[in-house]
């Protein structure tokens, strides 16, 4: 089967920094995009970042420009998102994705991890 794992989530207070890490699993992520989606409850799942397979490409919400940083090390088979100047309305799970295709459209992702706990907060 192949898996997603997430971690580097937990907490912190506001304005501190956080590094996800998005590992797979009996698949290599050379040839994926991968995104960052993250939900809060209550809420829709929200596209967060996105990083194409060469890592040439990377796009944001416009919510968390200039704070969010993804990135991908393929001879890790890993990818990054690096979080500064976190505010209390990051709190959420965050869970990352593979696609063939590039785009934060969540419905184009086709492996999913099942997602790491980020709250924010003094």
């Known amino acids: 089967q192949l898996q997603l794992v997430e971690s580097g989530g937990g907490l912190v207070q506001p304005g501190g920094s956080l590094r996800l890490s998005c590992a797979a699993s009996?698949?290599?992520?050379?040839?994926?995009?991968i995104g960052w989606f993250r939900q809060a409850p209550g809420k829709e799942r929200e596209g967060v970042s996105c990083?194409?397979?060469?890592?040439?490409?990377?796009n944001y919400a416009d919510s968390v420009k200039g704070r969010f940083a993804i990135s991908r090390d393929n001879a890790k088979n890993t990818v990054y998102l690096q979080m500064n100047s976190l505010k209390p309305e990051d709190t959420a799970v965050y869970y990352c994705?593979?696609?063939?295709?590039?785009?934060?459209?969540?419905?184009?992702?086709?492996?999913w991890g099942k997602g790491t706990q980020v709250t924010v907060s003094s």
């Open positions: 009996r698949f290599t992520l050379d040839y994926y995009a």
């Open positions: 994705a593979a696609s063939l295709n590039y785009g934060l459209d969540h419905r184009q992702y086709i492996i």
């Open positions: 990083i194409s397979s060469s890592g040439d490409s990377t």
